[in-house]
């Protein structure tokens, strides 16, 4: 008897599977603790609650309808980029998902898979469950839970499965388009979701938050992380769950992962030291902050993802320096201009995820490396696979690929996140109403990640005194009133 069949490598179906298990990881619990933590005490549940359930809207979605409409089979839907925009939506959930992995439009164009469709769809659904729970970031403090658990399906069908399909599924923006310019000759690069995941992190978020609309004004004045060692494990677990999130992305447990996991950390570890340094010597406090270190951490990370295994690492370190100088000036300038302060992205997304992921994916035209090899050919009728940009492939053009790319995933994510929520906002209100938002996690849930101390041990800090007992929401609410 063999266990395997012919097709199957077991080396690379087990790195594929824990490549997957660690960015599964980078949502729960890295993102449900990293933004429990920065949030305020009083929303630590609500936000650690909606990761939960947004990572498993997104798992039924998928093996229902969302995989095969990332990788599956064209829709083929009209002329030009419709061609190929989204897949066919088919199911996965019956018995014939044990075959040999392929994504149809990729057949040919690269090695074949060594392992089964099912590892393919697990290690994607942990790519598209992430996505939504990146943006819980811009709209956590205020926004309807009951609208979360409906919205999160939608936009990851109408957003998402496109943004896959065009980028990953060999769809319009993965192919090369040569009619169109002479030296258009490979479609747009995104190594590991610079586009698909971040920049529609950050658009989609951004949208979200300006329809939604803002929390209480005193929330806002006072955003105070209520527990920075917890986030620091958030932290943490993002920033090594991301050599899952980099490294499984060739497909193969060979020397291109390697070289994109060490890109990646070098990258984020270059991008945090740029931020502290920008702190001390160019913040109106002149002070470095652990806050500010983990924004430079995850900017370091998302600028790098669709860059990771087509650059060179002096190239990553480039990355790391330039995209976090970027986001830093975006933090602290942009984001005190008026339409930025009008829009609440409680946690910055648009900053950290949008502007990383676009500046990320540019360099890429910028520096992608010919002499990085993806797949190697076989020295006769097939070349190796490469990526060239203009710094060392002297291939200028790819920029104004990585700029097309980017410029329709932007407006179609923004698109997509406003006309759901104002389809949503017909039936139901986006936000949570006032008297919710002064208790936070008492008002949604009647839970609280910190609870009184007499609820805990049962006994009275004072002498007892018969009274009457009072409703414990009316408790919570002279606390945050006081």
């Known amino acids: 008897m063999n266990p395997y069949p012919d097709w199957l490598s077991p080396g690379d179906n087990a790195w594929q599977l824990v ?66 925009a989204v897949g ?44 939504p729970l990146l943006f819980l970031g811009s709209v956590v403090g205020r926004i309807n839970f009951r609208v979360w658990l409906i919205f999160v399906p939608l936009w990851s069908t109408l957003a998402y499965s496109v943004n896959a399909f065009l980028l990953w599924g060999g769809g319009w923006w993965a192919q090369s388009h040569t009619s169109i310019s002479s030296a258009w000759t490979t479609g747009a690069l995104d190594f590991s979701g610079g586009y698909v995941i971040h920049l529609a992190a950050g658009t989609s978020g951004f949208v979200a938050a300006a329809v939604i609309g803002p929390r209480l004004a005193r929330d806002r004045d006072r955003a105070v992380p209520n527990n920075l060692p917890m986030a620091a494990v958030g932290a943490g677990i993002l920033w090594l769950g991301w050599n899952g999130f980099n490294g499984g992305d060739p497909y193969f447990s060979g020397a291109n992962a390697s070289l994109a996991v060490i890109n990646t950390n070098l990258a984020t570890a270059v991008a945090l030291l740029t931020w502290v340094i920008l702190d001390i010597f160019a913040s109106r406090q002149r002070k470095p902050t652990f ?3 983990i924004n430079g951490m995850i900017t370091g990370l998302v600028a790098i993802t669709p860059a990771a295994g087509f650059v060179n690492s002096f190239g990553a370190m480039i990355i790391g320096v330039v995209a976090s100088i970027l986001v830093w000036l975006s933090w602290n300038y942009l984001g005190r201009t008026r339409p930025f302060k009008k829009v609440d992205d409680t946690l910055g997304v648009v900053h950290t995820h949008g502007v990383a992921g676009l500046a990320g994916g540019l360099l890429v035209g910028v520096l992608a490396d010919p002499h990085i090899i993806l797949y190697m050919g076989n020295g006769a009728d097939v070349s190796d696979v490469t990526a060239a940009g203009w710094l060392w492939g002297h291939h200028p053009a790819q920029i104004l690929i990585q700029l097309g790319a980017a410029v329709t995933v932007i407006i179609w994510d923004a698109f997509i996140t406003f006309t759901i929520l104002r389809v949503l906002g017909r039936f139901m209100k986006l936000r949570a109403p006032d008297e919710v938002l002064e208790l936070g996690d008492i008002g949604v849930h009647d839970e609280e990640a910190y609870p009184d101390e007499t609820l805990v041990t049962g006994r009275q800090s004072e002498p007892a005194v018969e009274r009457p007992a009072e409703p414990t929401a009316l408790k919570h609410a002279e606390a945050v009133e006081s």
Do not use: C
Not at 66 to 72: C, I, L, T
Not at 88 to 109: C, F, M, W, Y
């Open 88 to 131: 066919k939506p088919r199911s996965i959930v019956g018995t014939e998902n044990q075959h040999q992995a392929v994504i149809p439009l990729l057949d040919g164009l690269m090695p074949q898979f060594k392992f089964s469709e099912t590892t393919l769809a697990y290690f994607q659904f942990v790519f598209a469950a992430i996505t």
């Open 19 to 84: 490549a997957a298990t660690l960015v599964g990881l980078m949502s729960l619990p890295g993102i449900a603790v990293l933004y429990g933590g920065l949030v305020q005490k009083k929303w630590a549940v609500n936000t650690m609650l909606m990761a939960f359930t947004g990572f498993s809207l997104v798992l039924v979605v998928w093996v229902l309808w969302g995989f095969k409409m990332g990788f599956g089979e064209p829709l083929k839907l009209g002329p030009g980029i419709l061609q190929a």
């Open 291 to 293: 806050l500010g270190g």
